[in-house]
């Protein structure tokens, strides 16, 4: 049995929609799928998330912007009508968001987690209907009828463990069950999102849930890249990686599958394809357990911006009965958490996502680092870029850094930390924004020679 997710392209419109019925008519072994909201169906469109989040923002005590709220079902009846669907359903439509609304009103939390997850709620039951009218046996399954038990915090749910028997009682449903991705119910009874794309989180607890074979992962690119297609043109193609490669891709910025969308597969080692919905032939990326090393120590080179790094100087700083707790213990009643901690003899950084440094905060967390922890010196460094060299076959291979270090002073990047973590799956490097794509085009050339065939 597999689980097929098809995200915010896959489902955009009626045209996406048949390719979506095609492909799971190809395969009786696809029992539950899991949709994302309609996504971009072109460059500069629109998702139906984003205007969800709109619509929420115009909501007050007694009305909000008519014509966001069009914006949104206008989404659903191009899809409704360009497949001759029953029109009863756009009033559904327009019933279930004028429900959330009235709601959800005086919460603006609630609101904005109701709205955001109506995308996907109300596109599984559109893609339901689609599949009835093509004489499938299928069921609409709400996250909570399906057991999809999550922890109470908007936008960031967590799936709670007592989820997966009640996600397995699905098993035994007849025909095809269509669940919409990207929300939970909380045991006080709230609508709660996972975080931005978390349909893909849907999908692989579905999968764990059901103890599938396979998780399918369909999007709109053939395969994951080596490296970012923005940054180097046409890269390799990864056939394999494994649940950790792709951990660490998917943490420095490969966003073409969810970072917190492994834990629920890796646990029952139920192997990930990500793979075309445009070109379902193409044999697409395969995340597994474990996969041969192919002589190829680098399998992936991932960056992403966004960072900052707290520097800390004191003397003697290593002789100091718990400075690091002391000071991680500041960052975690400020409810700042932190990535990577870099350390020296009389330093330590500590790097962080620079959006939880804003203005007031950042004074306040500099001010108690230098009273409580009577510091030398201080200052926050902002810009920087986290690249990943990545590989199983690192931590066997002599060379990798200086191979690594001369591709960065080959582009001219001033690094600014060095990484690595116990596992040698992959090596970090920081660097100043402005040298990353730079950076990155170097070390694709040294560990991706032009020779090579794919
Ligand atoms: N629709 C949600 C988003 O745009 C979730 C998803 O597509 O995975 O973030």
């Not at 984003?50 to 206008?74: C, G, Y």
């Not at 009033?91 to 996907?120: C, M, N, P, Q, W």
Request: aromatic share 8%; hydrophobic share 40%; proline share 4%.
């Amino acid at each position: 049995m597999k689980v097929v997710k098809f995200g915010g392209s896959s489902v955009a419109s009626a045209s996406q929609y048949k390719k979506v019925a095609a492909i799971l008519a190809a395969d009786p072994e696809r029992k539950a799928v899991v949709v994302s909201a309609p996504g971009k169906r072109h460059e500069g469109d629109t998702k139906t998330t984003d205007l969800l989040i709109r619509l929420a923002e115009s909501v007050d005590d007694k009305s909000f912007n008519e014509e966001a709220f069009q914006a949104v079902t206008a989404r659903y009846r191009d899809i409704v009508e360009d497949l001759e669907l029953d029109v009863s359903l756009m009033t559904e439509v327009e019933a279930h968001l004028h429900e959330v609304i009235s709601f959800y009103r005086h919460s603006k939390d609630r609101l904005l987690d109701g709205l955001k997850a109506s995308g996907e709620d109300l596109n599984a039951k559109v893609m339901t209907a689609y599949l009835k009218s093509l004489g499938r046996e299928v069921t609409y399954v709400s996250p909570r009828k399906a057991g999809m038990i999550v922890t109470d915090e908007p936008g960031n749910a967590q799936i709670l463990p007592e989820a997966y028997p009640e996600i397995a009682k699905l098993r035994d449903h007849p025909g095809l069950l269509v669940i919409p991705g990207f929300f939970g119910y909380s045991y006080e009874g709230n609508i709660v999102t996972f975080p931005r794309g978390g349909s893909d989180i849907t999908g692989s607890i579905i999968a764990a849930g059901l103890d599938a074979t396979e998780y399918e992962n369909f999007t709109d690119v053939d395969s994951i890249y080596c490296v970012s297609p923005k940054m180097v043109q046409q890269p390799r193609e990864l056939k394999e990686l494994t649940y950790r490669e792709m951990r660490e891709l998917a943490y420095s910025g490969f966003s073409v599958f969810h970072d917190e969308a492994l834990q629920p597969v890796v646990q029952k080692r139920i192997p990930v394809c990500v793979k075309n919905t445009n070109r379902p032939e193409a044999p697409g990326t395969r995340i597994v357990h474990e996969r041969k090393l192919d002589g190829r120590p680098v399998i992936g080179i991932a960056s992403d911006e966004g960072f900052c790094s707290i520097n800390i100087t004191k003397y003697l700083m290593n002789r100091e009965l718990g400075f690091g707790r002391k000071l991680l213990a500041i960052l975690e009643d400020e409810g700042i958490s932190y990535e990577h901690t870099p350390s020296g003899i009389d330093n330590m950084s500590v790097i962080l996502r620079d959006h939880q440094l804003y203005n007031g905060q950042e004074k306040r967390v500099l001010d108690r680092i230098r009273k409580e922890l009577k510091v030398d010196d201080l200052y926050v460094e902002r810009d920087l870029a986290m690249i990943m060299v990545v590989g199983e076959g690192m931590n066997q291979t002599v060379g990798i850094a200086s191979k690594a270090t001369t591709a960065l002073a080959e582009a001219g990047a001033n690094i600014k930390m060095i990484n690595q973590g116990s596992s040698e799956v992959s090596m970090m490097f920081g660097v100043n924004v402005k040298d990353v794509k730079r950076a990155v085009q170097s070390l694709y050339r040294i560990y991706f020679p032009v020779k090579e065939t794919v």
